[in-house]
């Protein structure tokens, strides 16, 4: 073999070796520190947020950092991402607020255009919600651009 092959051929095998390495310490960091976010954004990791949000506020109370208006948000992006749907009754319980307060919550969202509310039309008592565009694009650019700079919380 010549030389500038064999040296050609000695290149690739350790940058294959490093690229290998690099692999394992990129799994690593993630195990480390589960708080940053994962190269595709998914409705589990959303729900980690949910629980580890749940769990702070079981440790200090939910007065210390309560926030119905990003629960609820949080709830309908994974629910976006399931490509699931959502009732005024499932936002409420996922931001562990009173009906009354959600609902003043779901109204605030709306006139910000973030979220749309629609009829259910299996049962006429119940409202469906979702993101807006807006909303879902507000999300998108948070999940997608915010959280490479630190973690969710």
């Not at 092959?5 to 692999?23: A, C, G, M, N, P």
């Not at 480390?32 to 109370?61: C, K, Y």
Request: charged share 25%; hydrophobic share 40%; net charge negative.
């Amino acid at each position: 073999m010549p030389a500038k092959r064999q040296s050609r051929h000695s290149l690739v095998q350790q940058l294959k070796r490093v690229q290998s390495e690099i692999d394992e310490l990129r799994q690593l960091i993630t195990a480390f520190d589960p708080a940053l976010p994962p190269e595709d954004i998914s409705a589990e990791w959303v729900r980690a947020i949910q629980n580890a949000r749940t769990q702070r506020d079981e440790i200090f109370g939910s007065r210390i950092a309560a926030d119905p208006g990003w629960d609820i948000l949080l709830e309908l992006y994974a629910v976006e991402l399931e490509n699931g749907q959502a009732t005024i009754t499932d936002v409420c319980k996922a931001s562990g607020v009173a009906a009354t307060t959600g609902l003043r919550w779901v109204g605030e969202l709306q006139r910000m255009g973030l979220v749309t509310r629609t009829d259910d039309d299996s049962d006429k008592r119940a409202a469906l919600l979702r993101l807006s565009p807006k909303g879902l694009a507000a999300m998108e650019n948070y999940f997608h651009g915010q959280l490479a700079k630190g973690p969710p919380l």
